[in-house]
């Protein structure tokens, strides 16, 4: 049955507690490290799954891997690269292994990587990230269950995204790092992790402007050497902590954030009644009144981001009021809700919108993660929950959060792991 998370509800968190480096800035960094011939040094990487999973994939690729877990820090050496199937358990683990086809084939000339199909939050398609490789040049094959991509040389070329893919992006910008000429990728993603991705190919001597905004360009260079870089910190994962703050009405701060990385949740949390102050590096957040509710919708950066949608509708179960919360980046990110009914929330799903009626309270009960986010949406919902609720499946939430349990029970939550 696996480990679960046993929480006993009801204390106000309080205290300091660390971010640690982005996951969703590491996964892509990692995949860019394949571009360089040379060994790189990666600082803060965060010993999460997902990260190891990444680490078997450029292993299996031939790169060369150290990681120090304690010391978060990791050296990747690809000049051995001489792989480019990365296997299927592999990417049916981590979706995001998916990134390392724009870097093979701009280094090697090919990749042959298994379709990463859907997971709990959608179908996931990767179209766009096809759309810019045969931009760029590259013939794509797709078969059962594979993709072959092969292209004698990737040129420069203008590319527009549909929709703001992260990971299109991603893998466009690491293939057009080495093309012939100028790449540029119309509607890109905005996230901060993009922006991070950008500023550790450019630490490796290729040229990308305009990361942040959605025209990034791309001028291709003949190779790269190697840098040091460290991976911002993950803003999600502080959201987190400051949801937990917010719905057992604490005062916490958070340390190694980057409050513009926060802004649309910082806004929604003072709406619904919390005191935020910002400093440099760190989030001060208190809640000692009721919580209001509030509306939100997810967007691509620089709106409200989806990864702390689930957080933010556990706290609104306890608001006064109703919230309307519309998901718009993914198909299928309600699978938390059937769980926080069972504690008591009540909420109306109507297509891909959530109607939240806050109660006075929740009731601990057995919950299961579906999903990163929503395991950790259900640990928030039980911090704040009268009586003890027992979180399973927590292996979905070790793929993004090293350490929960302890960082929560350093703020004073009753809370532990058992088999
Ligand atoms: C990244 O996933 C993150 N993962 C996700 O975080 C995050 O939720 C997502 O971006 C959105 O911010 C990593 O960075 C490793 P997308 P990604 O491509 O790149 C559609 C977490 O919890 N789409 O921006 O897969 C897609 O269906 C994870 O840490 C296409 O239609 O996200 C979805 O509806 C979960 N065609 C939307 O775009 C494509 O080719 C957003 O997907 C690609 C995507």
């Known amino acids: 049955m696996g480990e679960k998370i046993k929480i006993e509800g009801g204390v106000a968190l309080r205290g300091h507690v660390r971010a640690e480096g982005a996951k969703n800035a590491c996964l892509p960094v990692m995949a860019a490290s394949l571009l360089c011939e040379g060994e790189v040094t990666l600082c803060d990487v965060p010993p999460l799954q997902d990260v190891l999973s990444m680490c078997q994939v450029l292993e299996c690729l031939g790169a ?26 592999l990417i049916r683990k981590m979706r995001a292994s998916f ?11 090919k990749a042959r990587v298994s379709l990463p199909g859907g997971c709990a939050i959608g179908i996931r398609p990767i179209d766009l990230h096809l759309k810019g490789l045969r931009a760029l040049g590259a013939q794509v094959l797709i078969g059962h269950g594979f993709i072959e991509t092969t292209a004698d040389r990737l040129r420069g070329e203008r590319v527009y995204l549909d929709f703001p893919s992260v990971g299109a992006t991603e893998n466009i910008m690491m293939a ?3 093309a012939d000429g100028v790449t540029v990728i119309e509607n890109a993603a905005e996230e901060p992790e993009v922006v991070d991705l950008a500023r550790f190919i450019n630490a490796m001597g290729g040229r ?25 910190p993950d803003r999600i994962e502080a959201g987190t902590y400051m949801v937990a703050a917010a ?10 954030v ?28 208190r809640r000692s ?6 509306d939100l919708k997810t967007l691509p950066y620089p709106g409200f981001p989806t990864d702390l949608q689930s957080q933010m509708m556990a706290l609104l179960t306890l608001a006064r009021g109703t919230s309307v919360i519309t998901e718009t980046v993914f198909e299928n990110r309600f699978r938390h809700v059937d769980e926080l009914r069972r504690m008591g929330a009540q909420i109306k799903i109507e297509g891909h919108t959530a109607v939240v009626t806050g109660k006075e309270r ?14 950790a949406a259900l640990v928030l919902a039980g911090l704040a929950a009268a009586g003890s609720t027992e979180v399973s499946c927590v292996h979905h939430i070790d793929r993004g959060y090293h350490r929960l349990t302890e960082k929560l029970a350093s703020l004073g939550a009753a809370i532990k792991r058992e088999e």
């Open 64 to 89: 060369r891997v150290a990681y120090d877990p304690a010391e978060k820090k990791m050296a990747i050496d690809a000049r051995g690269l001489c792989g480019v199937e990365a296997p299927y358990p």
């Open 99 to 109: 990134l390392v086809i724009g870097p093979l084939l701009a280094r090697m000339g």
């Open 176 to 178: 057009a790092a080495l």
């Open 208 to 232: 990308v402007a305009g990361a942040g905004t959605d025209t990034i360009r791309i001028y291709g260079v003949p190779g790269l050497s190697p840098a040091v870089h460290t991976v911002i």
């Open 247 to 256: 719905i057992t009405g604490g005062q916490v701060t958070v340390d190694n």
């Open 258 to 285: 980057i409050p513009t990385h926060l802004v649309p949740l910082i806004a929604k949390l003072k709406e619904t009644g919390c005191d935020v102050l910002e400093e440099e590096s760190s989030i001060h957040i």
């Open 289 to 294: 009144g009721h919580l209001r509710a509030v």
């Open 362 to 375: 929740l009731y601990g009960a057995p919950v299961k993660a579906s999903d990163l986010r929503a395991g």
